[in-house]
Nanobody, 113 residues
Framework: QVQLVESGGGLVQPGGSLRLSCAAS????????MHWYRQAPGKEREWVAG?????RTKYADSVKGRFTISRDNAKTNLQINSLKPEDTAVYYC?????????WGKGTLVTVSS
């Protein structure tokens, strides 16, 4: 069974850093671009960053310069620096695998002093 599993969330002070990871597992024949989304309390889910299988990256304007997405085969990482309270959200991994869409269950990032 194909699945995406995120890890690395937690409580961090403003200005701190976190590294989120997402690993795809199962019978994977085709893995397209991998993306990170986030959903803050009371808000809609928003796209944060994406990386293609060739390593091309894109970022939402709100995170450019602070977030860095990387990829190693079926795993993607999201390095988050200079965290702000408004970055508090559940961060989800999304990918197209074998022609189907998959979401992870998310990992909570809380930025608070």
């Amino acid at each position: 069974q194909v699945q995406l599993v995120e890890s690395g969330g937690g409580l961090v002070q403003p200005g701190g850093s976190l590294r989120l990871s997402c690993a795809a597992s199962g019978s994977i024949f085709r893995l397209n671009a991998m993306h990170w989304y986030r959903q803050a309390p009371g808000k809609e889910r928003e796209w944060v960053a994406g990386i293609t299988s060739e390593g091309r990256t894109k970022y939402a304007d709100s995170v450019k310069g602070r977030f860095t997405i990387s990829r190693d085969n079926a795993k993607t990482n999201l390095q988050i620096n200079s965290l702000k309270p408004e970055d508090t959200a559940v961060y989800y991994c999304y990918a197209g695998i074998n022609g189907m869409e998959y979401w992870g269950k998310g990992t909570l990032v809380t930025v608070s002093s």
